[in-house]
């Protein structure tokens, strides 16, 4: 095992790598900007470097500065959490260079999976199921009419270095393309620096599925099962959950043979997730792959009993996976995860400012997953997501319960949170029923605008 680590992160993400840290007897090296000087991942590891100014690009994402604070503390690796550098295949290659363990994939494979058109193509010769589309990029309107006739309307573009619902654009009729592939270009080109698109068949309100992995270095790959991450709104999970109602055991059990298959072919390494969409007719059909820790890996934690984080440091170090997991993985039971945002809960502005009050829940299968705290600060220049509240039950109706009280109990004052929004979509029938997809939050969002307005205005 490493002696010394860096977290290349923040939040509670930072805080959860420092404790992953902790428990296997690894010296800790938090970095933080000039914003996060009070942050508890500075509090809790043994040691901590500033590397810059308050905005990311100045500190977080500062390539030279991490490097400069992982030579410095003299570290052996460095994990990277999520977001910030983690998918950044120069960084990775920096870190190569510096004799500095990179937790994660090697580079060439962050660089593949980054290029989504690239992914597809890899993933379809391994024989995972993958939608109709385009082979390779389209250059131009024209070659992306000819495709669009074969495929069948309505298609989506996509673009290559995109994810995450950026450069996108859903295409119903052939009259509509070349506005629609000069749009999306343009996007792509401004928000990654490559305007180059490829195309799929557009699912109507697909379930999003995916599945958690884990390589070691010595070939051998486990397939951790899935999770249910419909519930989002604009490309931002809000609530995941393990197993997914959609999935059978023999769907698991072929999709997670196939993809360790894959994997092994690829030279996947460390922990990966493959996300899928599911069509009406039940059947998955591959996206693309994130080669980092996700920020619901807890709720795959919570049912398979298996440390990620520390079995993605164990990997980094050379460990092989029959060391790591137990002889059977396993589901036990259900878990759902709420991301707790400081935001406002219909508005989704961000909520920024001092914490006043702060009660975290507890008990039997209740999880927090939080670098926050009483008078604690939320800084205007990250993300939103302030804390990860995880239950774990026997079945799905006790997560639920579980769900429903600790949300009860979860007080955040002086900033707006999404706890109440929570505790809402937690009373919707359909989402108790488990009957939901992609489309789910837009219509609850738009059923609870409607009725707040009939309560203004009685008839
Ligand atoms: C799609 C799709 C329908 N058909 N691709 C959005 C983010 C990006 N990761 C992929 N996304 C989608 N790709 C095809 N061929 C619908 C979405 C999509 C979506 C996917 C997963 C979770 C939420 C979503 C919300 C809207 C659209």
């Known amino acids: 095992m490493f002696r010394k680590v860096l977290v290349a992160n923040r939040g509670e993400i930072a805080m959860r790598i420092l404790n992953a840290c902790r428990e296997l007897g690894v010296r800790t090296v938090a970095v933080y900007s000039e914003a996060d000087r009070n942050a508890l991942h500075v509090r809790f590891a043994d040691e901590a470097i500033c590397i810059g100014p308050p905005r990311a690009a100045d500190s977080y994402l500062n390539v030279p500065a991490v490097i400069s604070a992982a030579e410095i503390a003299d570290v052996e690796a460095i994990h990277p959490g999520y977001g ?22 090697p580079p060439e494979i962050t660089r593949l999976m980054g290029e989504k058109e690239k992914a597809r193509q890899a993933m379809k010769k391994a024989k995972v199921p993958i939608l109709p589309g ?36 859903i295409v119903r009729e052939p009259e509509d393309l070349p506005n629609l592939f000069h749009a999306a270009f343009t996007e792509a080109a401004n928000a990654f620096g490559n305007g180059e698109l490829y195309m799929e068949k557009f699912i109507e309100n697909p379930r999003h599925i995916e599945f958690q992995v884990l390589a070691d270095e010595h070939g051998n790959v486990a397939s951790l099962f899935e999770r249910e991450c419909s519930i989002q709104r604009r490309h931002q999970k809000l609530i995941e959950e393990a197993p997914s109602l959609q999935v059978t055991p023999k769907l698991r059990e072929e999709l997670g043979r196939m993809l360790c298959h894959c994997m092994r072919e690829i030279g996947y390494q460390n922990a990966g997730t493959v996300e899928f969409l599911m069509d009406a007719k039940h059947q998955l059909y591959f996206i693309e792959m994130n080669t980092r820790i996700q920020v619901e890996h807890p709720v795959t934690e919570a049912v398979t009993g298996v440390d990620i984080v520390k079995a993605q440091l164990r990997i980094a170090s050379g460990e092989k996976l029959d060391a790591i997991l137990p002889p059977k993985l396993e589901m036990r039971g259900h878990s759902i995860e709420c991301r707790i945002n400081a935001e406002h809960p219909q508005k989704f502005t961000p909520s920024a400012g001092q914490i006043t009050a702060f009660n975290v829940p507890g008990g039997n299968g209740v999880r927090v997953d939080t670098a926050q705290y009483a008078e604690g600060v939320i800084p205007p220049y990250y993300d939103s997501l302030i804390a990860k509240l995880i239950t774990h039950g026997v079945d799905r109706a006790e997560a639920i319960a579980k ?57």
């Open 403 to 459: 769900m429903e009280r600790a949300l009860g109990q979860f007080i955040v004052q002086g900033i707006e949170t999404s706890i109440s929004l929570h505790q809402a979509i937690f009373q919707d029938a359909d989402f108790r029923a488990g009957e939901f997809d992609t489309g789910f939050m837009e219509r609850f969002l738009a059923a609870q605008a409607e009725r707040a307005e009939a309560e203004k205005q009685p008839a």
């Open 134 to 169: 385009s082979d390779g990029v389209l250059m131009t309107a024209e070659e992306a009419l000819e495709r669009g006739q074969k495929v069948g309307y309505p298609v989506i573009l996509k673009a290559k270095a995109g994810g995450g619902g950026r450069g996108m654009r």
């Open 84 to 105: 910030l550098l983690s998918e950044n295949a120069n960084f990775a290659e920096v870190c190569r260079a510096s004799n500095i363990k990179f937790i994660g994939p």
